[in-house]
């Protein structure tokens, strides 16, 4: 079983409408969590951290984080042509990042 | 803002050869890493460090090597190239643990 698993898309979503992210994770003892955005041949960029149960939002982001069931999610809500890109869920444990595999997002125009 | 510089941006090397991924950050950081990321199977931590002379295999170290011998440089070493090393290499660092990493813009190595 992988460590950070998410829901593998791509997901196509028309602009203005909300993108749903969803990630799991194995270990109980991971502590905080991050959602990274990674444009087609670039680095990933950070773009939300979450460490306690319940929602964060930051502009059009907001991360939920569920502990008793494993679960992360990201919402993009009023989504952009610009948010097209694969977004990364990982969890921190011990001493490393674990990153999913990823989640390709397109935003029709 | 934190910065991570990646001395190079694409490399071609021949299978065989010794190859040096250098990394260096600004912020003072202790810990760096060095992943790797492939198509279908994300990224994958090879090595890391939490101090100066200090390294930690990640979960595929086999055919890497890594040298820290000051705190704002990290390289990755590829002692003997060989072509299913051929890849995108990301180097990252960060604060601490509550933080997550800030990545460099990545060496896409080719061995032919």
């Known amino acids: 079983q992988k460590e950070v698993e998410q829901n593998s898309g791509p997901l196509s979503v028309p602009e203005g409408a909300i993108a749903s992210l969803n990630c799991t994770y194995s270990d109980r003892g991971s502590q905080s969590f991050f959602w990274y955005r990674q444009y087609s041949g670039k680095s990933p960029e950070l773009i939300m951290s979450i460490y306690s149960n319940g929602d964060k939002e930051d502009g059009r982001f907001t991360a939920q984080l569920n502990k008793a069931s494993q679960y992360v999610s990201l919402l993009i809500r009023d989504s952009q042509p610009s948010d097209s890109a694969t977004y990364l869920c990982a969890a921190f444990n011990d001493y490393k990042l674990s990153f999913g595999a990823g989640t390709t997002v397109t935003v029709r125009a | 803002d934190v910065k991570v510089t990646q001395s190079s941006r694409y490399l071609v090397k021949r299978t065989g050869e010794k190859v040096f991924l250098e990394c260096v950050q600004d912020m003072d950081h202790e810990n760096m890493f060095w992943y790797r990321q492939d198509p279908g199977l994300g990224l994958r931590l090879i090595y890391f460090s939490y101090d100066v002379k200090m390294k930690e295999k990640g979960d595929i170290p086999e055919g890497y090597s890594v040298s820290r011998e000051k705190k704002e440089r990290f390289s990755l070493i590829l002692e003997s190239a060989s072509t299913n090393q051929t890849s995108m290499y990301l180097c990252?660092?960060?604060?601490?643990?509550?933080?997550?990493?800030?990545f460099g813009s990545g060496t896409r190595l080719t061995v032919v």
């Open positions: 990252a660092s960060r604060q601490d643990r509550l933080y997550g990493y800030t």
